[in-house]
C-alpha cells in the first residue's frame, strides 16, 4: 500500500526526516512512537503533501503510484487521510457543507455520481453516531468553538464519511480523557479492514491498548531507528526514551 | 537679543517674518541647516498653516492660534530665573539627570550630567558648530517638510534645541529629564529643533515635561528626530502640562534600523491646544514600536494625537495604545494610520483608541485606518467612544463604594492601562499620582508651585 | 510562485458571463452635455415645468462643482462631454402586455436570469428592468396596486404622481449633495418608484434590473423608495453590462424615506463588467445612495454585494432621524484584478436612542484596492446612539491592497460607539486542510471566502443569497496568490 524509501526532508533547509524507510501493507495498523521533535508531526505534513518541506531525497509509493507527484488534494482523493493534531477553525463554512464537497470531490474522482441530499444526510447520520458526534456540531462552522475532544471526534468522524484507504492519526489521543479515547479508538477500529491500513503517531502506549498496531516504530531524530511488535510500546511507556538513546549510543 | 517685530496674522506673515529676518536667521548656524531653511520656506508658503480642509488637520484648525502676536527668539535670551528650584516638585525621588530649555533653547545655566563616555548630551546650535559631523548627516533627513507644514515652519525658524548622541554599544542607564519650559514677559512663539542619534546596540531613555512658566499666551512648535539603530532600545515619554492659554505642537519623527526597539508614551495632563504628530518608520526588519499616550481634558482644552505607522519592511511589530477622558467642553482627536508596505511580509500592527466623554458638551474624533499592501500581515484596529462601563459601575456600588469614588476607580484604571507602558517606575508613580488628583479635581501640578498657570 | 498561488491565479481569471450585447436600434441624443441636453431629456420624457426646473437647477450646481478627489482611488480623467446621456431602446413607450416588448429584449433579460413574464418569475418577486436609460417592463403592477403599493418606472411616476414625486425628489440627496449627485440630478432618465401606503407589507420582494447594453453612454437612473407608517418593503437591485473596452459611466442615486415604524430592506448585487484582468474597460460606479428615517422606530438596512465595476464610489447611508430608528448596513466587497472600490457607510445619529450597525467584508485580490471608508457621526442632542461596526479585510495574493478608513464623530456623553477592523490574509492551513479532504485549492478558496461573507449574504433573500455566493466564486476565479 505505501512504501516509503530512504525519505528526507528539510524545512527552512534544516534536515527534519534523514532517511526514513517503511512499508504499510493493506490491512495493517502501525504505530510511529518518539519523542518531541523527532519529525513524527513532519512525516504526515510531507505523506499529505503540505506545503513548505523540501523533500531532498527518496521516494514514496502508494497504492502503486508516485504519491510526491501529487497535489494534497489527489493524494486524500486517492485516499489517504490525516486527522490533524490541531484541526483548523474554518469560520462560516458549515461542516455539513464541507463534507458534501469533499466526499462528492472524491466521488467525482472515482467516476461516481454526486450523492443525493437524501443519501448523503443518512450517511452523515450513521457516521455521527459512530463517533457519537454531537449532532449540532455538524451544523456549526468547522471546528470553529469546538473543544479539543470534539475537534478530534470530528477529525475522526470525517475520516469515517471519507473511508481511506490509509489514515494517519497524528497525536489524535492528545487532550483527550480516557471516554473521549475510547469513543475515537472504536470509531478507528470500525473502519479497520483487510484493504486499510492506519499509521498511528503518538507519544503514549495509552492509545494504543485500544488500537492494538500490528509493528511499532520508533522514530528519533529524523529516522526510524528501532522497530518491534506492540510489546515495544509497553517497554518504552515504562523505560522512556533514554534507553533508546543509550542504545544508540547517545 | 529679542526682535519684537512678529505681528502675523496668516501664512504670508510668517513667510515675511523669516524673509524680512534672513540674516538673523541664518546666523551661527551652519550651511547645512540654513540649506534646510530655504527649502522648507518654499514648502511652508504653499501649505500654508493647517486648516481642516488638510485632511491630516481635520479636526484641528491651526489657523487661529496662529492669528495672535507673538515674541519669537531667533537667538538666545538669558532667562532671569532659577529654573531648577522651581521644577524640584516635578517628579520628586526620580533619579534623573536634568536639563532645561527655555522657548525652544537649551539654557546656558545647564550644567554638565555624568554621562557614560562618547555619550553628548547639549545644544543644537553648539554642536552644530563644534561637532557637525556627528549631527549633519542626520539632521532634517526624517522631517516631512514637503507635505507637513509644522515641519516645514519648524526646520524654517529652527535655530537651537536638544542634541543627544549615543555612540555604538553604550547603555545610559540613568533616564535623562529635560524640561522644556515656556516662560516670557510678552506672549511668544517657540521653535525648539531635536535630534536623538541611538547607535547600535545602545540604550536610553528621556523624558521630556513641557510646561508653562508665565501666564502668557504661548505657541510652541517643536520637532524631534529620532533615529534608532540596529538592535537598540530608546524610551521617549512626554508629560505635557501648560496652561490653558498655549498651544503645544509637537513633531516627533522616527526611524528604526532592524531589530530596534522604540517605546514612546505621552501624557498631556494639561494644555489649551495639542497637537501631536508621531511619525514612525519601521524601516529595518524586526524593528518593535510600542506607542501610546493618554490625556485628561477639561474647560476648552483641545487635544490631537495624530500618528502614522509605516511598515517599510517585513517582520516589524507595532502598538498603539492611546486613551483619552474627556470634560467640560473639551473636545478630542485621534488619528492613527497603520500603513504596511508592498512587500512587508509578516508584519504585525495593531492599535486601540479608547475614550471616555464625561460631560454633556464633550466631543471626541476619532480616525484609526489601515492601508494595507502586503497580505502576510495582522492588524487591527479598534476605537470606542462612551461612557464608563456602567456594569462595572454597579458592581462597585453592589459592594458599597460611593458613586463618586467608584467612578474615579474606573477611570483610574481606564487610564492606568497607557501608564503602566512606561518603563521608569517613578515616572509611573508620579503619573499616577497627577492623575488621580486631577480626577479629585485638586490641584495638577506639583503641590509647592508658585505660578499658577492652570 | 507557489502552486497555490497558481491556483489562485486560475480562479481570478474567469470571463464575466454578462458581456454579451444585444442588438437593438436606440434612440440617442448627441454626445455631451449642455443646457439644452438636459432640456431635451426633460422634453422627451414630456416631464411636468418642475422636473425641468430640477434639472437645470442641478446642471448648473453641476458645472460649479468639482469631482471628488479624497478617495482612496486612481480615476483617470473623464471627459463628460464625451458622453452619451440618454439612451433609450426604441419602440419602447410603455408595454401594455408582454406581446409588444421586442423579442431582443426579452431575451436579453431572459439570459440574464431575470424573465419579464410574471408566470415565469420567480414566485414572489416583482420587477422593473431597466435598459439604458429607460424602464422597460413593470411586472406584477396589478397585484401590488390591490393593496395600494405604487411600482413603476420614475417616468411613470413623474405623470402618474407628481405630488409624491415633487414631494421626495431630492429630500435625502439635495442636488448639489455631491458631483454624481449633481449630474445625476440634472440627466436622469429613468429608474424605479416605490410607495408602500400606512400600514401594508409589501406581499412580494420587489426587484430593479439594470442594464447598460449601449455603447458610449452614461446610465443615470434614480431610485426613490417611500414607505409610510407602519409599513414593511423589501426591495433588490442588480445590475449588470457588457464587456467593452471603454470605460463607462454609472452615476445612480437612491433615496429612501421610512415614515413612523416603517422598514424598508434594500439590497444590491452589483455585477457591473469589471473590466478585463488587465484593467480595460469596465464600468465607473459613481453612486449616492442615502436614507432617512424619518419617523420614529422606523428601520433602513442595506446588504451590498459588490462585485463589479472597474471603480466603484458608494457609501450606502442613513440619516436616522427619527427617536428610536435605527440602520444596518452589511457589505461585501469583492475586488481583483484592477478593480478599485472605495466603499462603506455613513450613519448619522440624530434622533434619541437610535442604533446603527456596520458589518464590512472586503475581499481583495489581483491588483485590486478595496478601500472600507465610513463615518459614524453622533450629534449632541442624539441622547443614548448606539454603534458597533466590524470591518474585517481579507488579502488573496500579495500584490493587492486592503485599507480601512473608518471616521468616528461623537458629540454626545451617553453615546456607546465601537469600531473594529482586522485585516488578514487567507489562512494557508485553512486551504492545506481541505485540500487533505480532497477539495482542491480553488474549492477551498471559495469555500473559505463564502465562509468569511456568510455574515453579510446571511441577509440577502434566498434567490439572492445563492446567486451572490456563486458570484464571489467567480469574481475571485484566477485571484489567488
Redesign the interface.
Known sequence: MLKIKNLHATIDGKEILKGIDLEVKPGEVHAIMGPNGAGKSTLGNVLTGREGYDITEGEVEFLGKDLLDMEADERAKEGLFLSFQYPVEIPGVSMVNFMKTAVNEKRKHQGLQPLKAGEFLKLMREKKELVELKSELANRSVNEGFSGGEKKRAEIFQMAMLEPRLSILDETDSGLDIDALRTVAKGVNALRGEDRSSIVVTHYQRLLDYIVPDFVHVLYNGKIVKTGTKELALELEEKGYDWIKKELGE | MTVNTAKYTATQDLVDLYNGNLAMWEKDSPEWMNAARKEAVEHFQKLGIPSSRNENYKYTDLRKWFQADYNVYPTYVERDMEMRELFKCNVPEMDTALVLTANGWYSHKNKAIALPEGVIMGSLAEIAQSNPEVISEYYNQLADNTNDPLAALNTMLAKDGIVFYVPNNVVVEQPIQIINMLQSHEDAFATQRNLFIIGRNAEAKIIFCDHTMSGHRFLANNLTEIFVGENATFDFYNLQNQHNESGNLTSTYVKQAASSTFNSNVATLHGGLVRNNLIVRLAGEGAEANLSGMSLADGKQHIDNFLSINHEVGRCNSNQLYKNVLDDRSSGAFTGKIHVQRDAQQTNAFQRNANVLASEKAKMNTKPQLVIDANDVKCSHGATVGRIDEDALFYLKSRGINDKEARLMLMLAFTHEVIQNIRVESLRDRLDDLVEKRFRGEISKCHNCAYRCG | M???DKILNEVTQNEYKYGFTTDIETDTLPKGLNEDIVRKISELKGEPEFMLEFRLDAYRKWKEMEMPE?A?LKIPPIDYQDIIYYAAPKQQAKYESMDEVDPELLETFNKLGIPLEEQKHLAGVAVDAVMDSVSVKTTFKDTLAEKGIIFCSFSEAVQEHPDLIQKYLGSVVPTNDNYFAALNSAVFSDGSFVYIPKGVRCPMELSTYFRINAANTGQFERTLIVADDDSYVSYLEGCTAPMRDENQLHAAIVEIVTMDRAEVKYSTVQNWYPGDKNGVGGIYNFVTKRGICKGESSKISWTQVETGSAITWKYPSCILMGNNSSSEFYSVAVTNNHQQADTGTKMIHIGKNTKSLIISKGISAGKSENAYRGLVK?V?KAENARNFSQCD?L???????????????????????????????I????I??????????E?AIG??V??????VLNQLPMEFAVEAQKLLQISLEGSVG
Open positions: 507557489s502552486e497555490q479624497w482612496y453622533v449632541p479585510s488579502l488573496l495574493g500579495d500584490t493587492c491592497g486592503a485599507h480601512t478608513f473608518p471616521y468616528i464623530e461623537v458629540g454626545n456623553k451617553s453615546s456607546v460607539v465601537e469600531h473594529e477592523a482586522t485585516t488578514s490574509k489562512g494557508e492551513d485553512q492545506f486542510y481541505c485540500n487533505q479532504r480532497g477539495i482542491s485549492t474549492d469555500m473559505i463564502n465562509g468569511y461573507a456568510r455574515e
